[in-house]
């Protein structure tokens, strides 16, 4: 079945760095996008942006422009999101969450990571 | 950025009843609209996609409609395992953006 399974919680500083990965499993990693999602405690969701593993194409969500990278690794089927110049705000889980039409934006996203907890805390 | 708003907050219901849950969007986003349900401490589980169409494994109590502006998740008759978060997502625009959920409970 198709799965993406997360790296595990971080605690960081503000103003470090931190990279969070999913691995997919199921299905070709290359045909789909693999989109971020965050949700801050007792908060809704948050787009953070999108990558195509196959041409490593990024959209960013103009809030984190500058600060945020996704790239992936094809040969392991896993996709990595690194935020960086953390601020307290940004403390959230941070799940992966896969495009469902190939080769097109017009795409729900399923299934999803079972989320990263990123801490920031001095 | 398209802004969709969630009616209502909370739906508190009895087991049986009718749920509708509304999803209204600051403009059309055609039929690229999608229900979420989040049960706490879980990721969001895909109920429906372009509107209408159930995913995989969801049971036939939960339905959607709309288009254009306005959309509903239905829900026919509530179960005690509905009790979760209802998120709807438009995935017209960039930046993908989400309502800010409705929150069902059982009386």
């Known amino acids: 079945q198709v799965q993406l399974v997360q790296s595990g919680a971080e605690v960081k500083k503000p103003g470090a760095s931190v990279k969070v990965s999913c691995q997919a499993s199921?299905?070709?990693?290359?045909?789909?996008?693999i989109n971020w999602v965050r949700q801050a405690t007792g908060q809704g969701l948050e787009w953070v942006g999108r990558?195509?593993?196959?041409?490593?194409?990024?959209g960013y969500a103009q809030k984190f422009q500058g600060r945020v990278t996704m790239t992936s690794n094809t040969s392991i089927n896993t996709a990595y999101m690194e935020l960086s110049s953390l601020r307290y705000e940004d403390t959230a889980v941070y799940y992966c969450t896969r495009g469902n039409r190939p080769a097109s934006s017009y795409s729900w996203l399923d299934p999803w990571g079972q989320g990263t907890l990123v801490t920031v805390s001095s | 950025e398209i802004v969709l708003t969630q009616s209502p907050a909370t739906l508190s219901l009895s087991p049986g009843e009718r749920a509708t849950l509304s999803c209204r969007a600051s403009?059309?986003?055609?039929?690229?609209l999608a229900w979420y349900q989040q049960k706490p401490g879980q990721a969001p589980r895909l109920l429906i996609y372009d509107a209408s169409n159930r995913a995989t494994g969801i049971p036939a109590r939960f339905s959607g409609s709309g288009s254009g502006t306005d959309f509903t998740l239905t829900i026919s008759s509530l179960q005690p395992e509905d009790v979760a978060v209802y998120y709807c997502?438009?995935?017209?625009?960039?930046?993908?953006?989400f309502g800010g959920g409705t929150k069902v409970e059982i009386k």
């Open positions: 997502h438009q995935y017209y625009i960039t930046p993908l953006t």
């Open positions: 403009q059309s986003v055609s039929s690229y």
């Open positions: 990558m195509n593993p196959n041409n490593a194409n990024t």
């Open positions: 199921g299905y070709t990693f290359t045909t789909f996008d």
